[in-house]
């Protein structure tokens, strides 16, 4: 069963004050020993013999070994923070803690640091190829802002959280792709990848945003930076992107010569300039809506005859 880890401040003095106090008690520890041994040879040197000289300086030795035994050790647990830097403490294979304040620390030297950075980070997907919804293929590819928010979760929930990182960022951008088409056409009143891309990239962040909670990684903004068909389709999709816009296109204009007509005859009528029959209205309004939905210029008959002949 996974062991459930969370952040917390480890135990750490002031770098500074720590040196402070392991010099002094350095330079105190030499100069007891240099008394001692110098007291030692002043009192019992007339009476001791060679072999008791060596001794004493054999104790001399043993008494500057166990300084050194203590003093250089204690130099390992110096380490500094850098801002957005967190240096993570572990003792005998236990997490005992997060130092995370800028400055220069001291802690217990036996523990293993490793720093970890809480800088704001970047990460550019490649272009994947992936079917959407309708199963077109489609090239996809975002980009994902992130940053460590727990240190111990980034250290030891994943093995490599940055690589952690860039494969389930691959993944949900995937699963976004196979969860909505490419595009819908104005009749669809469905969600598409190009029609929503504020919902989109709302949609993404949350999606990576549980799938990267477990390494400590907190998702400030994704985004896609690269949508198209696949070149094998690009063509054809393009071709009835155009066929679709001229349609539309015709469309508009039919809409409007028809209001156009409309409005022309009831002015007419209101207006009593002509009373026309319902033949002479469908000649009219054929005319008129030749001439509005042609696309070149209409050349104009003019009837110089009597409107009755």
């Known amino acids: 069963m996974q062991q459930r880890i969370g952040e917390f401040s480890a135990f750490k003095v002031n770098g500074f004050l720590a040196f402070v106090v392991i010099t002094a008690a350095t330079i105190f520890g030499g100069w ?17 013999k060679v072999e008791d000289f060596s001794d004493l300086a054999e104790l001399g030795a043993w008494l500057g070994a166990t300084l050194v035994a203590v003093v250089i050790p ?13 240096v993570v403490l572990v003792f005998l294979g236990r997490y005992v803690g997060t130092v995370s304040e800028p400055g220069f620390w001291w802690a217990n030297p036996f523990t293993s640091k490793r720093k970890i950075s809480l800088r704001v980070r970047n990460f550019n997907s490649k272009i994947l190829k992936v079917n959407d919804a309708q199963g077109s293929p489609i090239e996809i590819a975002a980009v994902v802002v992130w940053q460590v928010v727990d240190s111990a ?64 990684v907190e998702v400030l903004e994704a985004r896609l930076t690269h949508l198209a ?3 094998e389709i690009a063509q054809m999709m393009l071709r009835r992107q ?6 539309d296109a015709r469309r508009l204009i039919v809409e409007s010569a028809v209001g156009m007509v409309d409005e022309a005859i009831k002015r007419i009528s ?13 000649a ?22 009597s409107l009755y002949t």
């Open 242 to 247: 155009q066929a679709k816009a001229m349609i």
């Open 284 to 305: 009219m309004i054929n005319n008129l809506l030749v001439v509005l939905t042609s696309e070149q210029n209409t050349q104009p008959v003019v009837n110089t005859g």
């Open 153 to 216: 979760k980034s250290r030891f929930a994943v093995d490599d959280y940055e690589q952690f990182v860039a494969i389930q960022s691959e993944t949900a951008i995937r699963a976004l792709a196979i969860r909505y088409p490419y595009d819908a056409s104005d009749e669809e009143s469905i969600a598409s990848l190009r029609g929503i891309p504020d919902e989109i990239a709302l949609f993404l962040q949350k999606e990576l945003q549980a799938r990267l909670e477990v390494a400590g």
């Open 229 to 231: 068909y696949a070149p």
């Open 32 to 48: 007891q020993v240099w008394s001692t041994i110098q007291g030692l040879i002043g009192v019992l040197g007339r009476s001791l």
């Open 270 to 282: 209101e207006r009593q300039i002509v009373d026309l029959d319902d033949e002479r209205k469908a």
């Open 74 to 86: 204690s130099i390992s647990g110096f380490f500094t923070v850098e801002p957005n830097q967190a």
